[in-house]
């Protein structure tokens, strides 16, 4: 299986370049991976660059773990970040998956001096 980097992952959800669209799908086509690492970057892109919400953001999270030809790392953990993410989009959707990612390797609490990140349950406030 092949593996996406974050400017194949934005065009596929921006879209705003046809040509490396096509590119991007017919790459994609037998089946890609998206690490974690990819899918923050390419998130962090749809909020500083486009402006995107975090609906948008939401949805488009929603968009990448149901696409046909695309497999997220860890999709379970990605799934419970983006639930906290939908609760409380204030925290970020990578803090979110920060937390899940410790979790599912069995490091927690994740010290935090985040104040809103804190408020979840497997964090530990830093003072």
């Known amino acids: 299986m092949h593996a996406v980097d974050t400017n194949v992952l934005v065009r596929l959800l921006v879209r705003d370049d046809l040509d490396q669209v096509k590119t991007a799908e017919s790459f994609i086509a037998p089946g890609a991976w998206v690490s974690h690492l990819v899918l923050a970057e390419a998130l962090w892109v749809l909020d500083s ?23 997220i790392q860890d999709a379970e953990v990605v799934t419970y970040a983006l639930t906290h993410f939908k609760k409380r989009p204030a925290l970020g959707f990578s803090g979110c998956l920060l937390l899940e990612i410790a979790r599912k390797a069995g490091h927690l609490p994740l010290g935090t001096f985040d104040r809103n990140l804190s408020k979840l349950d497997g964090t530990k406030r830093l003072e």
């Open 49 to 71: 660059v486009y402006d995107r919400t975090a609906e948008q953001i939401a949805l488009a999270v929603d968009r990448l773990l149901n696409h046909k030809e695309l497999t």
